[in-house]
């Protein structure tokens, strides 16, 4: 069983939403949709659904044209952050309509909502009418009718986003399993890297309507294919710095300059942008090696254990996220290092030339 997108494309008066796409998901994986908002997730799901016809391409299940079929006429099940239940159905009605329409018996109908609805923690619940329930009670009753349909191709589109932590870092893990022991094609819309990566599975980052990269989600992580797709998949996004490869040395701003190692070495003399991750930047040396910035502090966030550090480095503007809470003054200098196997390489036309080391070796 296989979701295949060949050539697929979506325009909205004129305006191209999807870019010709090609895209094959195969069964009983765990595929993640991640891009910043307003990148295509959304456009992207809609056409696998069938809610919309593409502009140009087809969309085959199992080999087989489905481009001009119906949504109903599909095994589909679509579950939206904003979430959409029957208000005046009960939630074990509600679980259970789509078993109805299926034509299950009674008793198969009761087993798969108790099961379902024991997943969700709705079964005290199941009595209750949607508008009895919290905003994040009423998301897992839509999640549970879309769970509980065995439907060959599940589309959630930011669905966890209103539940509370403790049962959204559950459901991460719980909900793959079932889907991928069902042979099902799981799709995961998200703007958060930390999400597509606690997923796993396989990831296909969007930017403005095109889909950069697909493959396995940690070494998408790992080895973006371009300066878009590294920015994607880091949050906040990469930082970027002009930097000249001459001999063995790759030399940065400030003076600094690094042995040109693992593939860079390899790299013709010129001009490149090295990018590296915000977490990568730290306010002490650990190696003796490590790179060595003069920046000014403009901002800072304190999320409790993480303090994020916005900085401005001749003009650019960096991102650290630094562990712990640092009493560090606005407006001041403020001295950063880097280590130089977190470093990756772009070329000028922004496509990867050479990974940072430590993603090579990992």
């Known amino acids: 069983m296989a979701l295949t997108l060949k050539g697929v494309s979506k325009r909205v008066n004129g305006q191209v939403h999807i870019h010709p796409t090609d895209l094959t998901l195969e069964a009983g994986t765990m595929n993640v949709l991640l891009g910043p908002t307003l990148s295509g997730k959304t456009s992207l799901m809609r056409l696998m659904a069938g809610l919309d016809v593409p502009a140009t391409g087809r969309i085959l299940w199992n080999g087989a044209d489905v481009t001009g079929m119906r ?15 029957y208000p005046s159905m009960t939630v074990y009605d509600n679980i259970a ?54 439907a060959g191709l599940v589309l959630l589109d930011e669905p966890l986003a209103n539940l509370d932590y403790k ?11 079932i889907f991928e022991a069902a042979g099902s ?49 880091s949050d906040p996004p990469m930082n970027f710095l002009s930097v000249t490869k001459t001999g063995n040395r790759i030399l940065f701003g400030d003076g600094q300059s690094a042995e040109a190692l693992g593939s860079m070495a390899a790299l013709a003399d010129g001009t490149y942008t090295a990018g590296f991750r915000p ?17 000014r502090l403009n901002v800072t966030e304190i999320t409790g254990s993480e303090t994020f550090v916005h900085l401005d480095h001749h003009g650019e503007r960096w991102v650290g996220l630094i562990h712990g809470v640092r009493d560090l003054k606005l407006g001041a200098a403020l001295r950063v290092y880097l280590d130089p196997s977190h470093v990756y390489v772009f070329g000028a036309d922004g496509a990867l030339v050479a990974p940072a080391p430590y993603a090579e070796a990992a």
């Open 71 to 85: 949504v109903q006429d599909r095994r589909v099940a679509m579950v939206y952050q904003q979430f959409i239940n």
């Open 97 to 150: 309509s789509p078993l109805r329409l299926m034509g299950k018996s009674s008793a198969e109908i009761d087993a798969a909502v108790k099961k379902t609805a024991d997943l969700m923690q709705l079964s005290p619940m199941l009595a209750r009418k949607p508008l009895e329930l919290s905003g994040g009670q009423q998301q897992r009753c839509a999640l549970a009718r879309a769970l509980v349909k065995e």
């Open 167 to 177: 049962l959204r870092e559950e459901l991460r893990a719980e909900i793959p399993k």
């Open 185 to 233: 094609i799981f799709v995961y819309a998200t703007t958060e890297p930390e999400e597509a990566l606690l997923l796993g599975g396989n990831t296909a980052t969007l930017w403005e309507g095109r889909v950069t990269q697909f493959g396995p989600t940690p070494l998408v992580y790992r080895q973006p294919r371009d300066a878009t797709t590294a920015r994607v998949f």
């Open 279 to 295: 977490n990568h930047l730290e306010l002490d040396r650990h190696t003796a090696d490590a790179l060595t910035f003069d920046t």
